[in-house]
């Protein structure tokens, strides 16, 4: 049974920064591609990241571009979002979830990926 457990969320000012940790069990991150999400309050579910398998390429969401990193550590099974010089609007549940399925990762498409975690939220404010 694949587990994708979310953490790391909290309550920051704008202009700091937080770290989601996405932890896997009964499946192989090394083999999957990895994405993060968000979702607001009355909004849309939306892509922020992901990171390719094979490859190791990263892409982003353009709203978190320069501000927001994805890694990956394979040996913990884990994936990560390091979030930077965070604004009001990145508050937001984070989500991670894996793909097993494709040779690229594809942040903006939440249909491509099979598996998910619970969530964890990320408020940013004064």
């Known amino acids: 049974q694949v587990q994708l457990v979310e953490s790391g969320g909290g309550l920051v000012q704008p202009g700091g920064s937080l770290r989601l940790t996405c932890t896997a069990s009964?499946?192989?991150?090394?083999?999957?591609?990895i994405g993060w999400f968000r979702q607001a309050p009355g909004k849309e579910r939306e892509g922020v990241s992901c990171?390719?398998?094979?490859?190791?390429?990263?892409y982003y969401a353009d709203s978190v571009k320069g501000r927001f990193t994805i890694s990956r550590d394979n040996a913990k099974n884990t994936a990560y979002l390091q979030m930077n010089s965070l604004k009001s609007e990145d508050t937001a549940v984070y989500y991670c979830?894996?793909?097993?399925?494709?040779?690229?990762?594809?942040?903006?498409?939440?249909?491509?990926?099979?598996?998910w975690g619970q969530g964890t939220q990320v408020t940013v404010s004064s």
């Open positions: 990171i390719s398998s094979s490859s190791g390429s990263t």
């Open positions: 009964g499946i192989s991150l090394n083999y999957a591609n």
């Open positions: 979830a894996a793909d097993l399925g494709r040779r690229v990762c594809m942040y903006h498409d939440a249909s491509s990926y099979d598996d």
